[in-house]
């Protein structure tokens, strides 16, 4: 197997102080010491000090050590050795023993698990600089807004957006959505106008369309899906052509079947009718090698807590020349210039749309989270993924009376399973799983216009990422047929 | 571990009893869990000393809530309303044995606060009745 190759290269690179990220880590920090600003402390170690960099500083030239940027998104997108029972150690939620059975997390579409880095960071936050950020003058002060905008290059890099000034934190996915929705939708969809979705939405990227619809008299189009779960490109050609369609608003991966949209296609071909997308990368971008430039998407959306980050913290992107000519979303404290009785003036993206005190350490939380998927490298994790998922395809398909819904083809989605067993439902199917230890979805997965067009109520949902192992796959097999024999399937 | 889809659970959802409508309820309800999209209708038809003559559920879902639904009409059929009402979340779940999760108890519990409402309904609702059945 591939991966126990690159496992045991592992053992070997590990060692080697020259690995591309202990150079890039060494040339970084010579370079920020002829920064004008703090000296580094000599007695700390460089894993317990926080950063010691300013919002600005990240001018391309000056990225951790790189030449460029881009450089910066290769190295976290490419591949490097893979170690599957090394990175389970850095999960302790890994070694929690659920009724009588070690935990197999399965569950990692809705949220992943945190590694012991994100963990220790957000305490080291609260016990050693936790502070306000862009206001204090005084050195945690300091210190917390350097780390708070570090966590913002990193996000850049990590999707190869132009600038940081394109990342905007919100609370998740959700938020990011409706701000869209709220400032640029308010601004630019009017009566009559359209928006272009797709049948595999999460609620997340309908309802906020449906409320901006509603209020300004515009109308929703869905793109439907193909029996294996794959979007009709006819009905997108169509949509587009009828004329009056003023976003385009889609899911880079279904949360349900797993399916990855062409959605580079889609976005050329929007616009060139000069229409803008939106791309709904919360099942993306923890998994693949994501590049916003490469896309050329207008906005895209995701969560922290999906790529290993906190709760409550997200991203929005979008293109400068679009946030510019937005409107504030909320109004409040940071996000302004100037404040007079009865009118006031905006501070430049991304602060235009920061008001009042974000949520600091979970910015800080999922910058280390950043650095940890980077550490593991994009491309890795998509290829680990996806040999889960296609033995889990294989082994899951020989349980009698499963039906897998979605693609077909395993190469063609990401590590998300979606089944139905018999008439065993799938609340109950998650409970039989749980009784040995197996946590997955079961539901509706916030998808109900999805479960109506493949004809169900709900699904059984298994997700894999970073640590799942073929091993959890046969165990969660085994207890399918466990289920079977209690059914009497 | 043992699972708590014993043999009389598997039992009352493949086959269950009371399953149906009537024509002339005196009591009827309906509720659903948002959660897991489990849907439960009671009909009661009652006698004139106020005595469950006939039971009917009606809905889908899982397992849990429709075998206890099921479970339930058997338990009200001849009872009076008075009794109907003093029916306690503990007399459904010994009915279905084992431990429950906590979001589980809401399937297994559905079909007694569907049958509640519709006896308080019918007897006339109070805050206290209100409150028990927020509880459940």
């Known amino acids: ?489 | 571990m043992s699972s708590i889809y014993s043999e009389i659970i598997l039992d009352y959802y493949r086959y269950p009893r009371n399953k149906g409508s009537l024509s002339h309820p005196q009591i009827q309800a309906s509720d659903s869990n948002p959660l897991c999209g489990d849907i439960v209708e009671m009909q009661l038809e009652l006698d004139e000393k106020n005595t469950v003559k006939d039971v009917k559920f009606n809905g889908q879902g899982c397992a849990i809530s429709q075998a206890s639904a099921s479970m339930l009409t058997e338990l009200v059929k001849g009872k009076t309303v008075d009794d109907v009402r003093k029916i306690s979340k503990e007399d459904v779940l010994s009915l279905i044995g084992g431990q429950l999760t906590a979001v589980r108890l809401k399937c297994a519990l559905l079909s007694l606060k569907v049958l509640k409402t519709g006896v308080y309904n019918y007897i006339g609702s109070t805050d206290a009745t209100n409150e028990e059945l927020s509880g459940l």
């Open chain 1, 1 to 489: 197997m591939s991966r126990q190759r690159w496992a045991a290269a592992s053992n070997s690179t590990s060692q080697k102080a020259t690995s591309p990220a202990a150079a890039a880590t060494a040339s970084y920090r010579k370079a920020r010491n002829k920064q004008p600003g703090p000296a580094v402390p000599k007695n700390t170690t460089p894993t317990t000090k926080p950063p010691l960099t300013f919002p600005g500083q990240f001018a391309q030239s000056t990225v951790r050590g790189y030449a460029t940027q881009k450089q910066a998104t290769t190295y976290i997108h490419e591949k490097k050795p893979y170690d599957v029972e090394k990175i389970r150690n850095d999960f302790p939620i890994l070694k929690r023993i659920i009724n009588g059975k070690p935990l197999a997390y399965l569950d990692s579409a809705a949220t992943t698990q945190k590694p012991q880095d994100v963990i220790d960071e957000l305490t080291r936050f609260y016990n050693e600089y936790n502070a306000n950020v862009h206001r204090g003058v005084y050195k945690i002060s300091e210190e917390a807004t350097a780390a708070y905008e570090e966590a913002r290059a990193k996000i850049a890099r990590l999707i190869n957006a132009n600038s940081p000034n394109e990342i905007i934190f919100v609370r998740g996915t959700t938020e990011a959505i409706n701000l869209v929705a709220q400032s640029w939708g308010r601004t630019n969809i009017g009566l009559g106008d359209g928006i272009i979705l797709t049948e595999m939405e999460h609620h997340s990227n309908i309802v906020p369309w449906q409320l901006l619809a509603k209020e300004r008299g515009a109308h929703l189009k869905y793109v439907g899906l193909t029996d294996d779960g794959h979007l009709v490109h006819e009905d997108f050609r169509q949509h587009l052509e009828s004329g009056g369609i003023k976003l385009v608003t889609m899911t880079h991966v279904s949360n349900v079947l797993g399916t990855i949209n062409p959605v580079r296609e889609y976005i050329r071909e929007a616009h060139k009718q000069g229409c803008p997308v939106l791309v709904d990368a919360a099942q993306s971008v923890p998994h693949m090698p994501v590049d916003v430039q490469d896309l050329d998407c207008d906005f895209l959306a995701f969560s922290g807590h999906k790529v290993c980050g906190p709760t409550g913290i997200g991203i929005l992107y979008a293109k400068k020349s679009i946030l510019q000519a937005m409107p504030p979303f909320h109004g409040g404290g940071e996000m302004i210039r100037e404040v007079h009785l009865y009118e006031s003036t905006w501070k430049d993206p991304p602060y235009k749309f920061e008001a009042g005190t974000t949520n600091i350490a979970g910015a800080i939380g999922l910058g280390k989270a950043v650095d940890y998927v980077s550490g593991l490298g994009l491309r890795n994790i998509q290829e680990h993924e996806q040999e889960l998922t296609e033995y889990a395809h294989d082994r899951l398909g020989k349980v009698k009376g499963i039906r897998i819904y979605g693609p077909e083809n395993p190469r063609t989605k990401s590590g998300v399973i979606s089944f139905n067993m018999g008439d065993v439902h799938a609340h109950d199917m998650a409970t039989l799983l749980d009784e040995d230890g197996i946590a997955v979805r079961s539901g509706h997965h916030c998808a109900q216009p999805l479960m109506e067009r493949l004809g169900v109520s709900s699904t059984t949902r298994a997700s894999v990422y970073v640590y799942n192992t073929e091993d959890e796959i046969d165990r969660l097999a085994e207890s399918l047929e466990r289920a079977g024999r209690i059914f009497k399937l």
